[in-house]
């Protein structure tokens, strides 16, 4: 197995880290992030742990990677959403709908995240911080556009209206609550966007 | 100290449970649910053991009874105000409102009911959701008042609105959510009262 030499990432590298992170999502998915040692993840993987550390500092820059991945794969989800030129009303129920499915997607059988999940809410992990960030930029958007439209009103700040959605699209992609509504999440969606879509109603 | 005889439960024993229960939510408070015992408590209000389980079988139990008193209370608090005969808009909102008030109340540093919350949480305590059924009914009158008097709209079907409004509520009201948003929680109520009222309008 070729070793990089320090200083250098070539394709390979980064093949080698992608190769790293699916087996680590993997393992963490069937035995929890938390009970993972590095050492249990380098045998797990076939690979020697003084290896594993060429590419990451620690478990946890892993379960960073691992994360800042969903969260870039939900992004780009939503920018597509964001982009494809359909009326504003549509687009913002797609993306209560696009959040709910990618949220149950991560907890459901195959992709027991939940570990990782956890631990990134309760250490702050960065990139949940950035996806909120670019959540809002994306919802309002929709809600400008909506309104140069004349799709939506216009008497409602803009800042409270996007405000006010991303509190509820929080309730609907926030870990902590998921547990509580696993079972009616798409639903829920569906019905907040309605209800959503009323209140941007002319 | 009278022990009351069992079977017998006159005004003397509902003084003694209160105050037992108000020592508890004292001791609680300051030294968390999880971490104290029946014997820490039985100390800390100078009782004997065996005296406070003629009251309470288990610390549950008692944990159970305060968190019942405080549901009991903030519906209470909210029947108030679905009962004041003011518009069904005002009365809409005063409801974000007093949840957001109660729950920061709940939580703040003379009250620190944190643990007992979340083993009600965890363990699905049942005033927890009796809570639930007594708001979602409340919502419900409020809104087909509403409806009846011409100030909200009726072709959104009365149960979807009502299913809506209590997700957004419970985004309130939850305390899983609320270290998220503890400092903001009461503009954050009033943005999300303002979102739904607009999603109410004719």
Redesign the interface.
């Known amino acids: 197995m070729p070793v990089p030499q320090s200083g250098q990432r070539g394709p390979v590298d980064h093949e080698r880290r992608d190769q790293i992170m699916a087996a680590a999502i993997e393992h963490f998915g069937h035995y929890g992030y938390k009970k993972t040692t590095m050492a249990d993840l380098a045998d797990a993987i076939g690979l020697s742990k003084a290896y594993i550390y060429k590419f990451f500092d620690s478990k946890k820059a892993i379960g960073e990677a691992i994360c800042a991945l969903q969260h870039e794969r939900m992004r780009a989800d939503i920018q597509l959403i964001v982009d494809d030129g359909k009326s504003a009303s549509d687009r913002m129920r797609r993306i209560f709908l696009a959040l709910a499915r990618n949220t149950v997607a991560l907890f459901s059988h195959e992709r027991k995240l939940h570990d990782i999940v956890y631990a990134a809410v309760e250490e702050e992990w960065k990139s949940a911080g950035l996806f909120a960030e670019a959540l809002r930029a994306m919802v309002e958007q929709v809600v400008r556009e909506g309104r140069d439209a004349g799709e939506f009103?216009r008497k409602?700040p803009l800042d409270?209206?996007c405000?006010?959605?991303m509190?509820?699209l929080?309730?609907i992609y926030?870990p902590?609550?998921l547990e509580?509504?696993m079972d009616t999440l798409d639903e829920?969606a569906a019905?907040?966007a309605?209800?959503?879509l009323?209140?941007?109603a002319l």
């Open positions: 009103e409602t409270e209206t405000q006010a959605i509190l509820i929080k309730s926030h902590l609550l509580l509504h829920d019905k907040l309605n209800l959503v009323r209140s941007l």
